[in-house]
């Protein structure tokens, strides 16, 4: 039987044997490429598919990246949009107008390339804007129709775009994404955190006390209409009808740093009054002798009432009080520099002035008037209407009328005496109260900005009122952001702006940014009519009846505290 070799070869042989050629030699067998032939082009395929899904996603990244990036100052604007007017329309008894400015820039600066971004409007309270704060949230202008403007602190913004992916066209279908943006804006802002009714100093301060306010008489008033009230330690009333109050939608802040028989607010009368027309917050615990006493705020959801403590026999139900802490305030002035003198150092000695006296050195007349020059004086008393010029004085009695020109006073000795029927006018003026002596006045003890605190406090000059005294002065608009009365920060005069008699009366010019002595006393043994504010003091005591520190009307508040003004974005 015919075999064929090629049929009947072992399988597992991978090549044919070397056959001979034409000269009787072997030659080895060619290997076949038939079966790799083409193979790339699939491959080369896939990867450009795979490049180009890479290249579409990087586009698309991109693109939502920019349009991000656009759309969040878009939701700046629409939030600052709806806080400005809230902030027009205080009295609206609805918030649709808001939702409407902030739709409307919406409307005319995100339109993303699926569509116009929708918008949604929360409006919080004065709280704060986290969610235990919102009062409402709205999708169009119908909505929160129960909400009126004066109620919102803050506003915020949530927008979404619909944009489209690219990548997802490849697949053979549009498809998009969302891309939310969000925004808040306080209402009003006034260099911190928090509106008109905060109380925090640094938002709205006119009238700080770094200390305790104490009375140990009757009607005596700490009034504020155009900054809120802040109390670093205790407020005791040791009689009747006496009053903490704001208005204008402003608030008060009782921290209780310092407590009085274990209480940070403690009353022994009645008909006492603690009333916050804005946020009204005690740290620590509240106790009144009469349910007749009153701790409240003003009507409405404008307001909110927290004791952290137990109130006692107060005329306020316990329900209607909250126990959220109050947090401590810092001095807002903590920074500021002290007064300096750059006047002429001549010395001037001691004077007396009186109809009569004969000018000589440092003392001339014009037309009848008596003029003091520049200088550095010992004990001066103006007996006779006397125009004065800056100096530092170790000591001032004024007995007429005193007429300041403008610059710096600085008092290093016992500091200002007035008599009943002394006047104190003119405009410009800072009268500085320190411990140093000579031209080159030295502070009171060490003060360290960071901490607002003091070490190695001393009692230096202050002012006394011993008789009538009409204030007819204004403080410098270019010197110390409008401070009148400056103590050093480590004057610890106990009766560093002491009323002995007599009284003060407001005069046509009397100033903004009248005191501020972070040490200091602020205390009364007779009445005050009208003491302007801000105030910004260490302790005030009422040792007598019927005085009032700040006005229901409010002023201008010192240079680092200014105004409120709309539209500040806090997130």
Same mark, same amino acid.
């Given at each position: ?347 001037? #000695? ?64 016992? #500091? ?156």
């Amino acid at each position: 039987m015919l075999r064929h070799p090629d049929l009947f070869d072992a399988p597992s042989r991978r090549r044919a044997a070397p056959r001979a050629g034409r000269s009787g030699a072997t030659r080895p067998a060619r290997r076949s490429r038939s079966r790799a032939r083409g193979q790339v082009i699939p491959i080369v395929a896939l990867m450009l598919m795979l490049l180009a899904g890479f290249a579409a996603l990087t586009i698309d990244a991109g693109v939502s990246y920019d349009q991000s990036r656009n759309d969040q100052d878009v939701a700046d604007a629409a939030a600052l949009a709806a806080s400005s007017w809230i902030y027009s329309h205080p009295s609206s008894a609805s918030v649709s107008g808001a939702y409407t400015e902030a739709a409307n820039v919406a409307t005319a600066d995100c339109n993303g390339p699926a569509g116009t971004c929708p918008v949604q409007l929360t409006f919080y309270g004065s709280g704060g804007y986290s969610p235990a704060y919102a009062l409402c949230t709205a999708t169009s202008a119908l909505d929160c129709g129960s909400v009126a403007a004066g109620d919102v602190y803050y506003t915020g913004i949530s927008l979404t775009t619909t944009a489209l992916d690219h990548f997802g066209n490849l697949g053979g279908g549009p498809r998009s994404h969302a891309i939310v943006n969000q925004a808040v804006a306080e209402v009003y802002s006034s260099g911190g955190a928090g509106g008109p009714t905060s109380t925090d100093p640094e938002a709205a301060c006119e009238v700080c006390v770094f200390g305790d306010v104490t009375s140990t008489g009757k009607y005596n008033e700490v009034a504020a209409g155009g900054g809120s009230i802040d109390i670093g330690g205790y407020v005791y009333f040791n009689t009747s009808d006496d009053s903490i109050v704001t208005s204008n939608g402003y608030g008060i802040d009782v921290d209780g740093t310092q407590q009085i028989n274990g209480y940070t607010v403690y009353t022994d009368g009645k008909g006492n009054l603690i009333e916050a027309s804005g946020a009204l917050g005690i740290s620590g615990s509240a106790f009144s002798y009469s349910t007749s006493d009153v701790l409240k705020t003003d009507t409405g959801s404008r307001s909110e009432l927290n004791v952290s403590g137990p109130t006692l026999k107060w005329g306020t139900q316990p329900s209607q009080v909250g126990n959220a802490s109050t947090a401590p305030f810092s001095d807002p002035l903590a920074s500021q520099p002290d007064p300096t003198y750059s006047g002429a150092t001549t010395s001037c #000695g001691s004077l007396t002035i009186y109809g009569g006296t004969t000018p000589s050195g440092c003392l001339s007349e014009s037309g009848g008037q008596y003029i003091l020059a520049s200088g550095v004086y010992g004990s001066v008393t103006v007996g006779t209407p006397t125009t004065l010029n800056p100096g530092v004085y170790g000591s001032l009695t004024i007995q007429s009328t005193a007429t300041f020109n403008p610059g710096t006073y600085v008092f290093e000795g016992s #500091g200002i005496t007035t008599t009943t029927g002394a006047e104190l006018a003119g405009s410009g003026v800072t009268l500085y109260f320190t411990c140093g002596s000579g031209a080159s006045p030295a502070g009171c003890g060490t003060w360290t900005p960071s901490t607002a605190t003091c070490s190695g406090e001393q009692s230096g000059a202050g002012i006394t009122f011993d008789g009538s005294t009409t204030l007819d002065l204004s403080a410098s608009t270019s010197n110390n952001d409008d401070i009148l009365f400056f103590y050093d920060p480590c004057n610890d005069n106990g009766q560093a702006f002491y009323v002995n008699s007599g009284g003060v009366t407001a005069g046509s010019g009397l100033p903004s940014g009248m005191l501020y002595g972070y040490s200091a006393t602020l205390y009364t043994d007779s009445g005050i009519s009208a003491l302007p504010s801000p105030v910004l003091i260490g302790n005030i005591y009422f040792n007598s009846s019927s005085s009032t520190v700040g006005t229901s009307t409010g002023s201008i508040n010192l240079g680092a505290t200014s105004p409120p003004q709309p539209g500040n974005l806090v997130h």
